[in-house]
């Protein structure tokens, strides 16, 4: 018996909810008295760091090809099998998303998505997970032997290292009975860390008036490396790509730190953002609902304040 | 060509969310239902096949019979027939399941679905539904052609997107991009009185245990109230998000 933590890569490095992943099996099996194992497909990075999140051996898998979500979902299955593992920790970034349902049918597993807290009880299996956009908690008990748990990225956030070192072991890929997919092109942001896993989040909507204005809202992100996002007029203008439309038909996304910049706080927008741990309103009309939803506000012209915050966390920056 | 529409029946957007008193469930009281949002982009890309390449549409829900005025919905936007399968869809197992059987039994070239449902969020039944049929699945779709046995697809990726191909039969779960927002269609008048008469069927759901079970429903904790900062003092909240909020 153990707990196997799916470890996500980007060409060949962990991806940073691969670490939560890994972190979050560590305390599965230990609340099981058991030991959390990982699967790494296609990494460069090396896997006996892993160690350093509690994870005690890493079955290695080279050679997988581009991405096909069977060939990935049925060599963790492979594996969560070899090792009679009884859980499975899986982050939900969009790749994720495209494996956790088909491991779960591989298993024969109960699938909780959308988690941001430890298990509350672990006989039946018992989480807690986000629902109705965040305006609701529902706690899940599994029902079948396997489980499969499928994390929200930044939610229970990384754990500082400790030391240690996995031991690891070669696997083979199971590329059998998997439906082709032939990848024509990957046209991925380079240097920006992809929203759903951004830690600070800087972002705008239609107060900014024009693309054009976009600048000040990129350098404001810039000083403190943040991501940028935009409520949902904003994209379907054309303003902004729409990979950074949040919300409830957008990406919903759960960062340390929001701040909102000419963004009215409509109830489809909160429901993407509203988890974010701290929220910043940024807004001329002291009566923007958003200000209910924030921890702080500023009443003001986005024009007049972004630009001198901006200068205050450079500041800020050169200091600490 | 024959393609199914998964249509979820959720909360409007603007719902306020309650729970029953013995926080057991979702309490449906005064709540409108819609066709979950990331569905209509899928029901309208479909309706475009049926009218450029002569597909016939139709939709699916698992529900009881509250969800029918939905499905009525979509029939009124363009779908050809509609299908409800009896049964409260409590897990995602369980819808897949259902759906994974009408897929069996009627035969269709496609499936789309859409990329979550914006009640429970779950992102579960497309991808299970596609497992259990062994096909191709494309979550997050924001790009769809089909041309014969292929499909030329894009989806969205932690921050980017892959263009690939896949054969079809295929699940697709598809958001705004499979149409723009623009393209959406509201029911007008003669959509509607022509769904009163399109076949909606009615079926009993096939044994399929729950893998899972909702047992406690909660609402987060209200937020303590917003601490306002004087726009000329922005040095003010550098120092609160550094010193008391700890973010930076
Ligand atoms: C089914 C459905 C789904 C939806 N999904 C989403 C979604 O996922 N995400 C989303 O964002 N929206 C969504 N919406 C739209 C949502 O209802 C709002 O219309 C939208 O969020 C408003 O965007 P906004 O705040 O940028 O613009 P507005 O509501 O126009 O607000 C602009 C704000 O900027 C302020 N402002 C103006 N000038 C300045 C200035 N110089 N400095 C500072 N502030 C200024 C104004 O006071 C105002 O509060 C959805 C709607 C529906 C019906
Ligand atoms: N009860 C249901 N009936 C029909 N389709 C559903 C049902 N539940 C989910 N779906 C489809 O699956 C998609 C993803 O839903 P979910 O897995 O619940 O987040 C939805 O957008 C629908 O297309």
Not at chain 1, 10 to 22: L, N, V
Not at chain 1, 257 to 268: E, H, R, T, V
Not at chain 1, 284 to 308: H, L, Q, R, S, W
Request: proline letters at 5%.
């Amino acid at each position: 018996m153990s707990i196997l933590a799916f470890i996500e890569t980007w060409e060949g490095k962990f991806k940073k909810a691969s670490f939560e992943s890994a972190a979050y099996a560590a305390h599965v099996a230990k609340e099981l008295n058991t030991e959390a194992i990982a699967v790494v497909i296609n990494a460069t990075d090396d896997p006996a760091a892993l160690g350093a999140y509690g994870i005690s051996k890493v079955y290695r898998v080279g050679d997988a090809g581009d991405f096909n979500n069977y060939v990935w979902a049925n060599t963790i299955a492979a594996v969560a099998k070899e090792t009679e593992s009884t859980g499975v920790i899986i982050s939900g970034t969009f790749g994720g998303k495209m494996i956790a349902p088909a491991v779960s049918i591989a298993l024969e597993a109960s699938l909780v998505t959308n988690i941001s807290e430890k298990p509350s009880s672990t006989n039946p299996l018992t989480v807690r997970r986000s629902a109705f956009s965040s305006k609701g908690f529902v706690d899940y008990a599994v029902k079948s032997d396997r489980f499969i748990l499928s994390l929200i990225p930044n939610g229970i956030g990384v754990p500082a290292p400790v030391d240690g070192t996995a031991e690891v072991t070669s696997f083979s890929p199971v590329m059998e009975n998997a439906p082709e997919v032939k990848v024509h092109e990957v046209d991925r942001v380079r240097g920006k860390i992809p929203l759903p896993e951004a830690e600070l989040v800087v972002s705008a909507g239609r107060g900014l008036k024009d693309a054009s204005n976009w600048n000040i809202i990129e350098d404001l992100a810039e000083s403190i490396g943040a991501s940028t996002a935009c409520s949902k007029p904003v994209s379907d203008m054309g303003w902004r790509p729409h990979s950074e439309h949040v919300g409830q038909t957008g990406i919903a996304i759960n960062p340390n730190l929001y701040i909102a910049i000419g963004i009215s706080g409509a109830i489809q927008h909160l429901a993407g953002v509203s988890a974010s741990k701290k929220i910043v309103v940024i807004n001329t009309d002291p009566e923007a609902p958003f200000f209910k939803a924030a921890d702080y506000g500023i009443v003001g012209d986005a024009f007049e304040v972004v630009p001198k915050l901006t200068e205050a966390f450079k500041k800020f920056k050169a200091e600490n | 060509m024959k393609v199914l529409v998964c249509i979820s029946h959720v909360p409007d957007t603007t719902a306020k969310i309650n729970f029953t008193a013995d926080n057991k469930a979702f309490d449906k009281n005064g709540v409108s239902f819609v066709i979950n949002p990331y569905d209509e982009f899928g029901l309208t890309r479909a309706v475009w096949m049926q009218e450029k390449q002569g597909a016939t549409v139709t939709v699916i829900n698992v529900g009881t019979a509250e969800t029918e005025p939905t499905l009525r919905k979509a029939l009124a936007i363009g779908a050809n027939d509609a299908i409800r399968v009896n049964a409260e869809p409590k897990d995602a197992f369980f819808v897949a399941k259902q759906i994974a059987n009408i897929v069996k039994e009627n035969g269709y070239d496609l499936v789309i679905a859409g990329r979550e449902s914006i009640d429970y969020n779950g992102s579960q039944v497309p991808g299970m539904l596609a497992a259990m049929l062994g096909w191709p699945f494309v979550n997050a779709c924001v790009g769809l052609e089909v041309e014969g046995e292929k499909a030329k697809v894009i989806r969205e990726i932690d921050g980017g997107k892959e263009k690939s191909e896949i054969s079809v039969p295929a699940v697709i779960a598809g958001q705004k991009g499979l149409v723009e927002e623009k393209d959406l269609r509201i029911p007008n008048m003669r959509g509607i009185m022509q769904a009163r008469n399109k076949p909606l069927k009615v079926v009993e759901p096939v044994d399929a245990q729950m893998r899972t079970e909702a047992v406690h429903f909660e609402k987060p904790a209200p937020k303590a109230p917003v601490k306002m900062i004087d726009p000329g003092e922005v040095e003010t909240l550098v120092d609160l998000l550094h010193n008391e909020a700890k973010v930076i």
